[in-house]
């Protein structure tokens, strides 16, 4: 195919996909059933992941739920047997360890079936200046944070590959598209499990693999003690996110296979002026919108959680 040709077909697909888009931001895709489907969530013993696995459970799914705090796990399973779940696991994983996921998810192949929608969900965060951050702590972000989503894709994905049908969620982070601040091992995790994703997304369009869909989510802070003490300045402009809201977000994107999930909504915005401006200027904005010194306030959650 020569220039002109290819040129053309560019300009066409582009004009397309475009006014698709505008479609569904108008009207809303049908949503998925995701009854049967066996979903994973990791950090299932609270917050986000627990909200998650309560309403996939609502919706007829089989779920799968990792943590690594025992009691955690025992309430989210009773909350999903409440709500209809017909076929709920639990299983302690501590997704630190490589070694740890791949004996357990192993486990969960042998005694559930091959997940079809997995949600690395679970996360730390030390919430230090660089220089003030232990090298331990340091290394466990990453390895829960980033390194836990590469363990879990290889166990879980050729399955998916092989039966051309899952979904990959990431739940990432804002932190994941600007550094701040008092923040820099959780905004590297971020960063980097944004990217894998994005990543493995082109990998499985390159393999025509179409069946096997990929959501990442990039939720402002949220309101589930992770983050305990940080205030917003201007709440009606950038809120702390409130956690049913950002789970019944999450479910819908999944639902209707949205690529990326940016919430809340002001933050495609921010993230497009990022992509233009100079520095000084989105240093500037950030100061306005109190994102620069956010952190200073941060307390998380008490060591026993």
Known sequence: MNFFLETLKLIVLLVYYLLESLVFLVVPGRKKNVSGEIVLITGAGSGIGRLLAVKFARLGATVVLWDINQEGLNYTVKLARENGAGRVHSYICDCSKRQDIYRVADQVKKEVGDVSILINNVGVVIGKRFLDSPDSLVEKTMEV?????????????????????????????????????????????????????????????????????????????????????????????????????????????????????????????????????????????????????????????????
């Open 145 to 305: 944070n980033t390194m836990a989503h590469f363990w879990t894709y290889k166990a879980f994905l050729p399955a998916m590959i092989a039966a051309n049908h899952g979904h990959l969620v990431s739940i990432a982070s804002t932190a994941g598209l600007c550094g701040g601040s008092q923040a820099s091992d959780y905004c590297a995790s971020k960063f980097a499990a944004i990217g894998f994703a994005e990543s493995i997304d082109m990998e499985m369009r390159t393999l025509r693999k179409n069946g096997v869909k990929t959501t990442i989510v990039c939720p402002h802070v949220t309101n589930t003690g992770m983050f305990d003490g940080l205030r917003s300045k201007w709440p009606r402009v950038l809120p702390v996110l409130d956690p049913e809201y950002v789970a019944e977000r999450i479910i819908s994107a999944v639902r209707q296979n949205q690529e990326i999930l940016f919430m809340p909504r002001i933050i495609y915005v921010l993230y497009y002026m990022k992509s233009f401006l100079p520095v000084k200027a989105s240093v500037l904005i950030s100061d306005y919108i109190g994102a620069l010194h956010i952190m200073n306030t941060f307390k998380g959650r008490p060591k026993k959680e």
